[in-house]
């Protein structure tokens, strides 16, 4: 298994422009999150899914956009990017509900928004 | 939103058992307290979890205080290999996730 896979690592955007950061899991896992850490902070919930066609606001929505048509795949959508989005993003998954079972978490997309 | 409070940093020695603490008062009777690590440039790692009872698991055990307030991870020989930020989260609503900044462990050779 790959477990939790991220593109890109690394991106750097202008102001205004958007873009999708992809996120997939091999496990069947039905739970599937979004996060992003600032320098220096914990990780901080952006959207979160349980399951295919079923999505639901985390603690910082505003400026993303999530889709869940299958299983495998939660993408993340900026839709016009500001330098307050510059930060790390995880994505999890996790095969029941994360309050009683492991999260996974993908290696992270570093984004920088100049 | 339930919080955890924990120290910026911490030190041990290696070999050497480590006592990290988490204060989170207002927990909800329904929160379930997890714990992850962060080695630098990767993503969180899963380390326990429980609700009321204490646990343990290969790699550490987790002590819950009785009222629930607190809670303490405990490892039991620091490697060096430990070094990380480990995060006292707790789950809400089932499926939110509360991250604060966590506790920075150095591990002395």
């Known amino acids: 298994n790959a477990g939790v896979t991220q593109t890109p690592k690394f991106q750097v955007l202008k102001t205004g422009q958007s873009m999708t950061l992809q996120c997939a899991q091999d496990?069947?896992?039905?739970?599937m999150s979004w996060y992003r850490q600032d320098p220096g902070m914990g990780l901080r919930l952006i959207h979160y899914?349980?399951?295919?066609?079923?999505?639901d606001q985390g603690e910082v929505p505003n400026g993303y956009n999530v889709s869940r048509s299958t299983t495998e795949d939660f993408p993340l959508r900026l839709l016009s990017a500001a330098p307050s989005q510059t930060s790390v993003y995880f994505c999890?998954?996790?095969?029941?509900?994360?309050?009683?079972?492991?999260?996974?978490f993908g290696p992270g997309t570093r984004l920088t928004v100049l | 939103d339930a919080k955890t409070t924990q120290p910026n940093s911490m030190e041990s020695n290696e070999e050497e058992p480590v006592h990290l603490p988490c204060n989170h008062s207002?927990?909800?009777?329904?929160?379930?307290i997890h714990w992850y690590r962060q080695l630098p440039s990767q993503g969180p790692e899963y380390v326990i979890h429980g609700l009321t009872s204490n646990v343990n698991n290969r790699m550490a055990s987790l002590a819950i205080a009785e009222d629930r307030k607190s809670s303490t991870l405990i490892l039991h020989r620091a490697t060096l290999r430990d070094a990380a930020v480990y995060y006292c989260i707790l789950i809400y609503n089932f499926n939110k996730f509360y991250f604060g900044s966590g506790t920075k462990l150095n591990v002395k050779p």
């Open positions: 899914s349980v399951g295919a066609g079923i999505t």
């Open positions: 999890a998954s996790s095969y029941d509900r994360p309050a009683t079972d492991t999260q996974y």
């Open positions: 496990m069947n896992h039905e739970y």
């Open positions: 207002t927990i909800s009777g329904t929160d379930y």
